[in-house]
């Protein structure tokens, strides 16, 4: 891997398959937004301006000392071309490009991914980033970056100080308990590093162990923080698009979806991505029209 330090910013050389606006902005991190030439976020405390410029892949704010850990939170060292290859070589899935080209999953901060995604249960993108936004400046510690003020995301110590009452006032609603106690079992010693090493099954088991998590959520969780690629989560769009896709749009049973899931292997949560890309760009309308006839919200 090239990477070099140069003109106050970070750059990773010759990144193929990365399109950074849809990374960004394809349902699995909400904390980035459109800013200048790229993508304003703040990951880990550490804000910054992340855009492709060229061939490479820069980042304004990042130092030589945290190129290790922006490479990781980037997936920088997989080959996602190898990935988009093999996805195009099915007929099934070959329908997904080029909308989904270029999304890459982030190997985000495992806490923050426990309370996003608590947070996204039945909740559309734009709810989910307010209420996570008015979560951090509630209770998360300033940065001042490029002239705006962000927000890191709170500790646990912080999210499990606050009241269910002060959750509900920024937005949480029914998910302000379930915030709350996931943040106190993370206090209590639940290490979710140990949930890595795992299997895909007993990881999901032990995070349905928490307060209002339920398998999409688990699989959220474990795709978008605890590198385990073959979770798929399926919410809404992904029923339809599955259903669109491998059925013909009938209705399939839980054990067919299973096994339709099984078949695209260990990237089977990156391809998921693709898949949803391609359903949210499409929209309801059009993937109806493409033979799904019976399927329900």
């Given amino acids: 891997m090239d990477i070099t330090f140069e003109n106050d910013k970070l750059i990773f050389h010759n990144v ?30 550490q804000a910054v301006l992340l855009w492709r410029e060229g061939s490479d892949i820069a980042i304004k704010g990042a130092t030589p000392q945290t190129a290790a850990p922006w490479a990781h ?7 996602y071309s190898a990935i988009e290859e093999a996805v195009m070589e099915d007929e099934r899935l070959a329908v997904c490009f080029p909308e989904a080209h270029g999304i890459r999953v982030f190997n985000q901060e495992p806490f923050e991914a426990l309370i996003s995604f608590i947070i996204s249960q ?6 989910i980033s307010g209420i996570i936004e008015r979560l951090c400046a509630l209770c998360g510690d300033p940065v001042e970056f490029m002239g705006e003020r962000l927000y890191a995301f709170p500790s646990p110590e912080k999210i499990a100080g606050l009241s269910v009452g002060q959750l509900e006032q920024i937005g ?15 206090l209590d010693g639940f290490d979710l590093e140990t949930l890595r090493d795992m299997s895909l099954e007993e990881a999901r088991t032990e995070l349905k162990g928490f307060l209002g998590i339920g398998p999409k ?31 013909d749009g009938n209705k399939a049973k839980k054990a067919e979806l299973y096994e339709a899931v099984s078949s695209l292997g260990e ?7 693709y898949i949803f890309q391609y359903a949210r760009t499409l929209g309801r309308e059009k993937l109806e029209s493409k033979g799904e006839k019976n399927y329900s919200t």
């Fill in 16 to 45: 193929e398959c990365f399109d950074v606006d849809k990374s960004c902005n394809c349902g699995q991190a909400f904390r980035w937004r459109k800013f200048a030439n790229g993508q304003l976020g703040i990951v880990r405390g």
């Fill in 73 to 79: 939170y980037l997936d920088i060292g997989r080959d």
């Fill in 122 to 127: 039945n909740n559309n993108i734009k709810r």
């Fill in 172 to 186: 949480a609603g029914y998910r302000a308990p379930f915030i709350k106690a996931a943040a106190e079992r993370i």
């Fill in 217 to 247: 959520v688990a699989d959220c969780i474990l795709l978008f923080s605890l590198q385990h690629s073959d979770a798929f989560p399926v919410d809404v769009w992904i029923d339809r698009a599955m259903k669109a896709l491998f059925f």
């Fill in 267 to 273: 990237y089977s949560g990156i391809i998921q991505q």
